[in-house]
C-alpha cells in the first residue's frame, strides 16, 4: 500500500465529477448532492485508513474455544472488500445524476456499512484491540450521519425504476 494514500481508495476529483454534471444548468450553481457525496467519500476514507490500520495488527491465534485463525482472515478479507465496495458505489453515484443509481447504491453503501460496523463488535477483543474497534465504529457514525444528509439530497427524476423498488 501507497504512503500518500493509506485508504486504498482514490482520491476525490472535483474534475472527473464535473463530467457527470448536467450541461443544461449553469455551472456556477452549488451542487448541495456532489458536495454532500464528497463529504461521505472523505470520511470513507479515514475509515478506510482505520480499517486497513487496524486488521495490520490483527491477532489470528490459536484459540482453544474461538473460531480458527483462517476464519478471521476470510472475514478480514470480507470486510475490506465491503469497504472498497463503499467508496467505489459512492463514487458511482454521481454518474449521470439519476436517482435509482444513487437510491441502489445508497442502500449497498447502509447495508456494508453496517455489517462493518457490527463486525467490529465480533472481531474486538478476540483478535483487534477493543480501543481501536471502538474508533472504528465511531467514525462509521460520524459516516452515518454523513449517509442521512447526502440521501436528504437526491431528487426524484423521470426514470422509472423498471425493478419497482425505487418509485
Not at 448541495?32 to 457525496?37: D, L
Request: charged share 30%.
Amino acid at each position: 500500500m501507497n504512503i500518500n494514500n493509506l485508504s486504498g481508495l482514490p482520491d476525490w476529483d472535483d474534475e472527473h465529477m464535473k463530467m457527470f454534471d448536467n450541461h443544461d444548468e449553469e455551472e456556477w450553481k452549488p451542487n448541495p448532492t456532489r458536495a454532500a457525496c464528497k463529504a461521505l467519500y472523505l470520511q470513507w476514507q479515514q475509515v478506510m485508513v482505520l480499517l486497513n490500520g487496524l486488521f495490520e495488527t490483527m491477532n489470528v491465534e490459536e484459540k482453544e474455544n474461538g473460531f480458527p485463525p483462517d476464519y478471521w482472515e476470510d472475514h478480514k478479507q470480507m470486510i475490506l472488500g465491503d469497504a472498497l465496495q463503499v467508496g467505489a458505489k459512492i463514487l458511482s453515484s454521481e454518474a449521470g445524476n439519476i436517482y435509482c443509481l444513487r437510491m441502489e447504491n445508497a442502500a449497498i453503501i447502509r447495508k456494508n456499512a453496517q455489517f462493518i460496523k457490527s463486525s467490529m463488535l465480533q472481531m474486538m477483543g478476540e483478535v483487534i484491540d477493543e480501543q481501536h474497534g471502538e474508533i472504528v465504529r465511531d467514525e462509521i457514525d460520524k459516516f452515518r450521519l454523513l449517509f442521512i444528509d447526502w440521501v436528504a439530497t437526491f431528487e426524484k427524476d423521470e426514470f422509472k425504476d423498471e425493478w419497482g423498488l425505487f418509485i
